[in-house]
């Protein structure tokens, strides 16, 4: 089995070999049956870095000054990050030694793949599914948890297993938590990384606050959009900075010991959020920096690229981003650079999650602004709405007084943060990357999302409709049939996922 050449041809790895291997109970032909669904598309190179990741090293042999085509292979594997084809590489050693060989796949191709879909399904989407059921609750209830009446924590408990159910079941990005991507155990980390930081505030753990920016760097050493957790993690520290700013206006009687008190406590806090962000964004750069160093400097013959960091002798002290380069060169990522009349297909196909997380994040800012800062008035001037409203926006993200509302999933101020991801996932998915990524790059990292399309399916908007009907027909429409609706996309979402990806049609 040579999947390097099933890579050039089809990104699609036959998990068949020509001879059975003796005492195995199912042939490899049956084997292939099963596993080759699991091995379309990224997958494949997933898969191939798992099996051989020398691949991500030029071919020596075959460098000449007039051969620089020969580092496509090298460059192209540098754009999938090393951890996910590691740790699958890893558990599929891990099955050889414990299981009997009876019961495993012929080949180590075969086991990786087999390896990576047993590990996606039955590991990171259990644990990511009780992460997010936590982290749920922890939004909903804040941090007055223990003292919430029965009544109310049975709700809780009820609206978390329709979240769990909609990322487990009823996810339009399902087959590719279900297939040899690494969306699943990406899932996990991020996850993961909210539930700790979340749970650090609440008992004031550093260990907890480590714990979460461990995940989150697993998490930015498996896929690139991880890093966007340092945005996150600033913004917090900045609220936490803004409410002491808030609590010390508000003390008239504050002496001079307790300003610089509460100083130190902000430069504390700073410290601690730009550390956690460098620390998440590190595995990519370090990533970057075994690129560099595997091309330019173990490799007689370089790329052209390696003449770009010549002021410098790494690439950890450059501006130059290898991952980017790549990702510009061999898939034209880039700003806009996907707006194509060949592309309008694939941003039909996205268009669903990109209508549902900009409407998500409209409805979250439009409740923010006008029922809470705002009374139920529009703010008058711009200064109220560009500087006013960020500021108590921000304050109240991370305030420890609980909200009454009803509607927690969507009209909570302590969701600011991910609603924030939210709109920067979409502003991407939009404008920079491949748009028909959208649905499974917001799905795995956003918990907002899900909330959104668990909020819809549970239809909790009768003031929402009420409103509605006073103004135009299609709206009210639309609202009132919004369950229906999100419905219908799930739905069909999942049922053309697993029909057009394991069959190598355009899903991706």
Not at 131 to 141: D, E, R, V, W
Not at 417 to 434: K, N
């Amino acid at each position: 089995l040579d999947i390097r050449n099933s890579i050039d041809e089809d990104s699609s790895i036959d998990c068949a070999v020509a001879m059975p291997v003796s005492g195995s109970f199912a042939t490899p032909s049956l084997w292939n049956f099963f596993l080759a669904p699991q091995t379309k598309w990224d997958a494949a190179r997933f898969l191939t870095l798992a099996v051989d990741p020398s691949l991500r090293d030029p071919t020596q042999h075959k460098l000449s000054s007039s051969s620089l085509h020969s580092f496509e292979d090298s460059e192209q594997a540098h754009a999938f990050l090393p951890m996910f084809p590691w740790i699958i590489q890893q558990f599929a050693l891990f099955l050889f030694r414990i299981l009997p060989v009876q019961i495993l796949p012929p080949t180590f191709e075969s086991l990786v793949a087999f390896s990576g879909m047993v590990f996606n399904n039955f590991i990171c989407l259990p644990v990511a599914i009780m992460a997010l059921y936590s982290l749920t609750i922890s939004a909903m209830s804040g941090s007055d948890a223990g003292n919430l009446a029965r009544e109310r924590k049975e709700y809780h408990h009820s609206v978390a297993i329709v979240v769990c159910l909609v990322f487990g079941v009823w996810n339009p990005a399902l087959v590719f938590f279900a297939t040899n991507y690494s969306e699943s155990f990406f899932a996990t980390t991020t996850f993961l990384g909210y539930l700790c930081i979340q749970r650090s505030k609440n008992k004031r753990s550093m260990v907890l606050w480590f714990a979460g920016i461990v995940c989150w760097m697993v998490g930015s050493y498996t896929r690139s959009n991880g890093t966007l957790q340092c945005l996150w993690l600033l913004q917090d520290g900045l609220a936490r900075i803004i409410l002491l700013h808030r609590k010390q206006n508000a003390n008239s009687n504050a002496t001079r010991g307790s300003k610089a008190s509460i100083i130190g406590h902000a430069v504390a806090i700073c410290t601690q959020s730009i550390m956690g962000a460098i620390l998440v964004a590190f595995p990519v750069r370090y990533h970057d920096w075994k690129g560099w160093e595997r091309h330019c400097v173990s490799s007689g013959v370089q790329p052209l690229w390696c003449s770009y960091n010549d002021e410098n002798p790494s690439i950890l002290g450059s501006s130059f981003s290898l991952y980017r380069h790549i990702q510009d060169k061999h898939w034209n990522v880039g700003f806009f650079r996907y707006y194509e009349w060949k592309q309008i297909p694939n941003f039909l196909l996205a268009a669903p999650i990109l209508v549902l997380s900009i409407v998500g994040v409209y409805r979250w800012i439009n409740w923010s602004l006008i029922t809470v800062y705002g009374k139920g008035k529009a703010p008058s001037t711009y200064k109220n709405v560009f500087i006013g409203w960020p500021f108590q926006a921000l304050a109240e993200s991370v305030s420890i007084s609980t909200t009454s509302e009803s509607n927690l999933l969507l009209e909570n101020p302590h969701l600011l943060g991910h609603y924030a991801i939210l709109a920067i996932l979409a502003f991407l998915g939009l404008t920079i990357a491949h748009v028909q990524i959208s649905t499974r790059m917001i799905c795995s990292t956003s918990p907002a999302i899900i909330w959104l399309i668990a909020e819809s399916l549970l239809d909790d908007t009768p003031k929402l409709e009420e409103s509605e009907q006073k103004n135009e027909r299609f709206v009210s429409v639309v609202a009132k049939n919004r369950s229906s609706l999100v419905w219908v996309y799930v739905r069909l979402y999942m049922l053309l996922g697993v029909i057009l990806h394991v069959n190598f049609l355009p899903w991706t």
